[in-house]
């Protein structure tokens, strides 16, 4: 090693003198020698020390890291087995990172965004919820609180630009949304309160920098633009900057226009009529604990007044509503509450997985401490200091963890990506999960726990060897009881990561055979835009021949509509009276309620019990008619038949006219709503974009009608386009999509495990086996069978697995219980579960112990006993 | 340490660290009069001690380089005729500052003592 060698000569020189005055008083040379060596100690490490004093230690680090660098390199296949497991587990960690980052913690691009509270209603299982325009504007003007607010509501709109049209999407905004946020334009100007007017004179929008780019090549001229909006000239007066999108997470809004002007009647004054999100920003010195006492105060004196009005029976109802303000810098963000479970799950789940790659690295690390003890007891021997050797051998394992940590990341980004638009679905959200410095410090900060975690174990045990070789004999015993550990720690985490893989599956089989009341197969789901609003007369005619026109493409058998359809997100409620039937007096009155086209039923596959479907019969001058399902006619009518019966919503008589099966609509895991179904014949005054189109195909894959589409709707309208067209099946599955990315990730990283642990296991006993040939030799040469072999290696087997499977097992019920509610047809304590993942693990182990065990029974004894 | 104690405190109370300021000071009050190197320095605090007090070169060295980095102590290379070259250390202005202060802090320290002890100096 070398050292500064100025010091050492200051050094040497010290002791020299040393040597001359014990010479001097009388001492032979070589007792003078060997008394300056007994003063001295180790130069080496007054070297060392001064070294410290002198920030020596990077000089050291450096020395360490070649040193480590040349060992890995000779030692290749260790590298590489250890960087591998650690870029997968580092890899997994970094890459739900990133999602969690993304969706939870990443605050608005804005000045001071902790400073930024929602206010919102609060739903019964704690989610935010909409405020009304009335409610924005009481709480804006009332609290005091904050300085500012803003509501705030996105949507697609249907523009024209230079007479050509553009479907774009668009943001609501009150005047105050720029100024709250704190939002500088990039061009021009942005949106103020004096734009956010009923019937402004000169009506004002401003694009996003992207649209800028896309439709105007950033030409400054954009900016005076007249842009058209259901027949209403907007002039373009501002560009927003590049780094915001909007106050809403993952909504890339391309123009934003000013809410008062863009609203309709209905929206700006009832009071009940929930659309809006609404943010405030705390004045200086303000609290959001006093912004919400205030919000309490304020909500409470609405309900009262509310209630006032409302009937007796209903008032309990009202003033159990909940609403809230709270911190919010990463804005509104309904994703935080859609994919927060099962992104910590995720992250609980790519824990132990991180925590399995430690555990291999470290078995890894105490092997390689054994293979290296000649090189360690020489090293001490001749005066290393143990700190510095443990220091150098940790400086191994943290360059092992900085290789897999950095390899890790390279596919974590692609990885985070995909499983974003897995997540996402389809929906349109634009959220970046480019790796940001939280994601490069995560990173950090798990590769350097692997390092110690892994690392520092076998370190201190490397340097524990003792130089006397009689205690040779303790140490392997002690191996012995190491390396069981660490295989049963590996059973234990896969037990724990297949069991979790198993609820998983089991939920995803359980969903997929739920009875859902509808056919999806072979049928196509098409929704429309257009570019204006159509008059209640001629929105009529467009849906019944967009209905016609479909009918006539190859392959159609049947052709239907409907607002709302099977798992597309749940059905209106609608207060009904039903004649002959009284209310209880906490019974709730509302039912679902969804408008149809004649044939949905046929066209859906939900099979028509008694009476009729819906036809051209049924008109706007005929009597009203309505069909309810089997949940709607058991609860009112019970065994009286339901047709001919009479139900009453919003000041309409509905004679029921066929009875249908009961299908699921919000999603496969809720519950059946009663549900009244009315013609859309018998209902005016609805746009034909609010329908999604059904077609039932004679053909293998329905999509091979996708290209056909928007020339067939065009031919109807020619402001008609296709906005979306998707096969039923494609529905089914997003609707279960969350379910199928922890099935997916969970079977996996389950697979994974277990492929982890059965190695582990087969390295450890294929040592032990080689270990105790010259045992198992006696043991045959004294007449022991090969069964008796065998079973005599694998009790060790089923030992190791039944403690990894209890530990596991424990560990699992302490973790699944957060899974609760992700799981359907089936308990986080389900016995089948815990027999089907104990059951695994053992076949697994079986299989890993087998080749040892099969091994040990072929043990030649006079082979065996020279072995020795 | 509570504020009451700290206020209860005179102000001339010696440095808390005194143990290891006193190694400080022993190093810092040889060199006052002339530079002298290592070797020098621990066989004359072993000398003036009689042999009570004794630095382990493990200890003097580290400290003789952290005073160096404290600027209070310089070190130079001294070659001379027929001698071996050896490192003598002296005292900078900030160093003679520091050994004034120690000085002080270290009286005031003793002197506590003794009222508290009522032991006087003979």
Not at chain 1, 829 to 850: E, Y
Request: net charge positive; hydrophobic share 45%; with cysteine.
């Amino acid at each position: 090693m070398s050292r500064d060698p100025r010091v050492r000569d200051e050094i040497k020189f010290h002791r020299d003198r040393l040597i001359e005055d014990y010479m001097a008083g009388g001492m032979s040379r070589t007792e003078a020698e060997r008394r300056a060596f007994l003063d001295f100690g180790n130069p080496l490490q007054i070297e060392e020390s001064v070294g410290d004093v002198h920030g020596r230690w990077l000089e050291d680090f450096g020395r360490d890291l070649r040193y480590a660098v040349r060992a890995l390199g000779q030692h290749r296949g260790f590298a590489a087995v250890a960087v591998l497991s650690l870029a997968l587990g580092i890899g997994a960690n970094a890459a739900i990172f990133s999602l969690v980052n993304a969706v939870m913690l990443r605050p608005l691009p804005v000045p001071q965004p902790n400073r930024l509270v929602q206010i919102t209603r609060v739903s019964s299982v704690g989610r935010p919820g909409a405020l009304s325009y009335g409610l924005f504007e009481y709480f804006r003007d009332h609290v005091s609180s904050i300085s500012g607010a803003f509501a705030e509501s996105g949507g697609d709109q249907a523009i024209v630009i230079d007479g050509a049209e553009d479907f774009v999407t668009a943001d609501l905004v009150s005047g105050g949304y720029y100024t709250v946020l704190g939002i500088e334009p990039a061009a021009g100007r942005l949106l103020g309160p004096d734009d956010d007017a009923l019937s402004p004179s000169s009506p004002a929008a401003v694009i996003s920098d992207r649209y800028w780019e896309r439709r105007f090549n950033r030409s400054p001229s954009a900016i005076g633009s007249a842009v058209t909006i259901r027949d209403r000239v907007f002039t373009i007066v501002g560009v927003t900057p590049r780094s915001f999108q909007s106050a809403r997470t993952g909504h890339a809004p391309d123009i934003a226009l000013p809410l008062l002007t863009m609203m309709s009647e209905g929206q700006r004054t009832e009071i009940t009529n929930n659309w809006l999100s609404v943010m405030g920003r705390l004045r200086p010195g303000a609290t959001v604990e006093q912004a919400d006492a205030e919000v309490q105060v304020l909500w409470t004196s609405f309900l009262k007044t509310q209630a006032a009005q409302a009937p007796e029976k209903n008032r309990p109802g009202i003033l159990r509503q909940r609403a809230s303000a709270f911190l919010s810098p990463d804005g509104i963000n309904p994703f935080r509450y859609d994919y927060a479970q099962s992104l910590l799950i995720l992250m609980g789940i790519v824990g132990l997985v991180l925590m399995l790659a430690c555990v291999n690295l470290s078995g890894l690390l105490f092997a390689r401490a054994a293979a290296r003890q000649r090189e360690v007891s020489i090293r001490l021997a001749i005066g290393a200091g143990r700190g510095r050797l443990v220091r150098q051998l940790l400086t191994e394992s943290l360059l092992l963890a900085v290789i897999g940590g950095t390899l890790g990341l390279l596919p974590a980004g692609w990885f985070s990506g995909r499983l974003m638009a897995l997540f996402v679905n389809g929906r349109s959200f634009t959220v970046s999960t480019a790796p940001d410095w939280r994601v490069l410090a995560f990173t950090a900060v798990v590769a350097l726990l692997v390092c110690v975690v892994a690392g520092l174990a076998p370190a201190l045990h490397a340097v524990r060897f003792n130089v006397n070789p009689a205690l040779k004999e303790a140490r392997v015993q002690g191996r012995w009881w190491l390396g069981k550990s660490l295989v049963v720690a590996q059973l234990a985490i896969s037990m724990t990561l297949v069991l979790g893989a198993t609820l998983f599956l089991r939920t995803l089989v359980n969903l997929h055979s739920v009875e859902r009341g509808f056919d999806s197969d072979g049928v196509l789901t098409i929704s429309v835009r257009s570019s204006r609003p159509y008059e209640a007369a001629r929105g009529f005619a467009v849906q019944r021949a967009i209905v016609e026109r479909l009918k006539r493409l190859p392959g159609i058998q049947s052709v239907s509509a409907a607002q709302v359809l099977p798992l597309g997100g749940g059905l209106w409620d609608r207060v009904v009276q039903v004649e002959g039937y009284t209310f209880r007096p906490e019974e709730s009155e509302s039912v679902g309620f969804n408008v149809i086209a004649p044939d949905y039923f046929k066209t859906v596959g939900t099979p028509l019990l008694v009476g009729r479907e819906f036809d051209d019969r049924d008109t706007g001058t005929s009597p009203r008619v309505a069909i309810v399902n089997e949940s709607f006619a058991r609860h009112f009518f019970g065994a009286t038949p339901a047709v001919g019966r009479r139900v009453t919503s919003v000041g309409v008589t509905y004679e029921v006219v066929g009875v249908v099966r009961d299908a699921k609509y919000q999603n496969l895991r809720q519950p059946v709503m009663k549900t009244l179904y009315i013609s859309w014949l018998q209902r005016d005054g609805d746009q034909p974009t609010r329908y999604s189109y059904l077609a039932r195909v004679a053909m293998d894959n329905p999509m091979g009608l996708a290209p056909s589409l928007e020339r067939a709707i065009g031919d109807v309208d020619s402001s008609l386009h296709i906005r979306a067209a998707l096969t039923y099946a494609t529905l089914v599955e997003r609707s279960i999509a969350t379910e199928t990315i922890m099935a997916t990730l969970g079977s996996v990283f389950g697979a994974l495990a277990l492929i982890v642990a059965a190695i582990g296991l087969f390295g450890l006993l294929a040592f032990q086996v080689s270990r105790r040939t010259n045992e198992l030799g006696v043991r045959m040469a004294l007449g022991a069978t090969r069964g008796a072999m065998i079973g005599l290696v694998l009790r060790d087997v089923s030992a190791m697995v039944a403690a990894g499977v209890l530990i596991g097992a424990g560990l699992a019920l302490t973790l699944s219980g957060l899974a609760r509610n992700m799981l359907f047809g089936l308990t986080p304590t389900d016995p089948a579960a815990f027999v089907t993942a104990a059951f695994m693990l053992g076949l697994v182990a079986l299989v890993a112990g087998w080749l040892p065990a099969r091994r040990a029974s072929r043990v030649d004894p006079l082979i065996a006993l020279r072995h020795e | 340490m509570s504020p009451d104690a700290r206020s209860a405190r005179p102000s001339h109370l010696p440095d808390p660290e005194w143990k290891k300021g006193s190694a400080e000071l022993l190093v810092l009050s040889l060199l006052e009069a002339q530079p002298r190197h290592g070797y020098d320095i621990s066989k004359l605090i072993q000398l003036r001690s009689g042999g009570a007090l004794k630095f382990h070169v493990t200890s003097l060295y580290p400290l003789l380089h952290r005073l160096e980095k404290q600027g209070w102590i310089v070190g130079r290379w001294v070659e001379k005729a027929e001698q071996r070259r050896r490192r003598y250390y002296g005292l900078t202005p900030r160093g003679r500052q520091a050994l004034r202060a120690k000085h002080q802090s270290w009286k005031d320290f003793v002197a506590l003592i003794s009222r508290v002890t009522g032991v006087q100096h003979g």
